[in-house]
């Protein structure tokens, strides 16, 4: 019999290492809808990503699934209840690579600090002068990484290299950062008011849901830099646009947005000068598109095998 399990969301580029692994798997794009459960029916595996969920509603439609894999971190997007009412092992990705997204922090960071899109424009424009393109510099400066996890040890690594004060917040320290990352801890209060840059790095939680509000901006350092790669529920956009208008933020560098399913909500966000938003990419790299793979695969074959693979997802059990 042949292998054929469904790997949805596969861009043409990355066709060929499924097939490599898999010669016979059925491999979709975006599918929605009844073409989604046409492309699953009769599939035992199923592979996908954030942008294909799995409610309850669609797993009902598929009675031949017994392994569902999704290539990301996240997955939220899965009915772990319908999985577990069915027996169908759910697996993810814990780990593609989180240096991916800390350079991306810094990919945002000096690009802007450093006007690379106003100097691109300025020469295309016929003109080579450089002045009114002053950048900021980061050696010497004091970067506040707020959560310590993968992503933010790697951003306070880096950090270091530049020769930044790497100060962090976590209410889990972690035990070996100073050694490993060249940073310190101090309280919330703390490293809001010293630094020149915070690069926000926590899950978003109840806890954590605009914990960059109006208080927390009116105890940072005038100009101050933020970075958010994490979730946009973190910040208060509204306090975030007050802060740049009285200039208490100089620039906010955002990869996520609180309402990224509706982005009239956040126009006023991305349309301001001293704000760079991208569409949620710091994930989306070489490397980590490759571990997203490769992790997915392995998955299947530990499964294959009988085993349960390293990285199923813990699955909810019965009242
Ligand atoms: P992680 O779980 O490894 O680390 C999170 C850290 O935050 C932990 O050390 C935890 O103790 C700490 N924390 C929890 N509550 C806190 C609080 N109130 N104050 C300070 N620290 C707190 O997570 P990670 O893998 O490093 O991911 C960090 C963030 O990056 C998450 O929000 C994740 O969703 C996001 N992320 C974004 C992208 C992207 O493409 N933009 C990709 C992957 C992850």
């Given at each position: 019999?042949?292998?054929?399990?469904?790997?949805?969301?596969?861009?043409?580029?990355?066709r060929a290492s499924v097939l490599e692994r898999y010669p016979d798997a059925r491999i979709f794009d975006s599918v929605r809808g009844d073409a989604l459960i046409d492309a699953c029916k009769d599939a035992e595996v199923v592979s996908t990503t954030v942008d294909t969920k799995f409610p309850a509603s669609v797993i009902a439609e598929l009675p031949a699934l017994k392994l569902l894999c999704t290539r990301s971190a996240g997955y939220d997007h899965l009915d772990l209840a319908a999985c577990a009412d069915r027996g169908i092992v759910a697996t993810h990705v814990p780990d593609y690579g989180s240096h991916i997204i800390a350079e991306f922090a810094f990919a945002l960071l000096l690009g802007v600090l450093r006007r690379v899109e106003e100097g691109r424009a300025r020469i295309r424009s016929g003109s080579s002068d450089h002045r009114g393109l002053r950048g900021m510099a980061l050696r010497g400066k004091t970067m506040g990484v707020l959560g310590t996890g993968r992503i933010g040890r790697h951003t306070a690594r880096i950090a270091h290299g530049f020769g930044m004060t790497v100060l962090a917040y976590d209410p889990?320290?972690?035990?070996?950062?100073?050694?490993?990352?060249?940073?310190?801890?101090?309280?919330l209060e703390d490293?809001?008011?010293?630094?020149?840059v915070i690069s926000l790095h926590l899950p978003s939680t109840a806890q954590t849901r605009h914990i960059i509000n109006a208080d927390a901006f009116s105890q940072m350092k005038?100009?101050?830099?933020?970075?958010?790669?994490?979730?946009?529920?973190?910040?208060?956009?509204?306090?975030?646009?007050a802060a740049l208008?009285?200039?208490?933020?100089?620039h906010a560098l955002l990869d996520v947005l609180e309402h990224e399913d509706d982005l009239s909500k956040e126009k006023a966000l991305?349309?301001?000068?001293?704000?760079?938003?991208?569409?949620?990419?710091?994930?989306?790299?070489?490397?980590?598109?490759?571990?997203?793979?490769?992790?997915?695969?392995?998955?299947?074959?530990?499964?294959?095998?009988?085993?349960?693979?390293a990285h199923a997802v813990p699955l909810p059990t019965a009242a």
């Open positions: 019999m042949p292998f054929s399990p469904v790997f949805l969301d596969v861009e043409d580029r990355d889990y320290p972690f035990p070996t950062f100073g050694q490993e990352c060249g940073g310190s801890y101090a309280s490293v809001l008011a010293a630094s020149d005038d100009g101050v830099v933020l970075v958010n790669t994490a979730r946009g529920a973190l910040v208060d956009g509204k306090a975030l646009l208008t009285t200039g208490k933020v100089s991305i349309d301001h000068p001293n704000v760079a938003v991208t569409p949620h990419i710091a994930f989306y790299a070489d490397e980590s598109m490759r571990v997203m793979f490769t992790d997915c695969f392995d998955s299947i074959d530990q499964w294959r095998k009988g085993e349960t693979p």
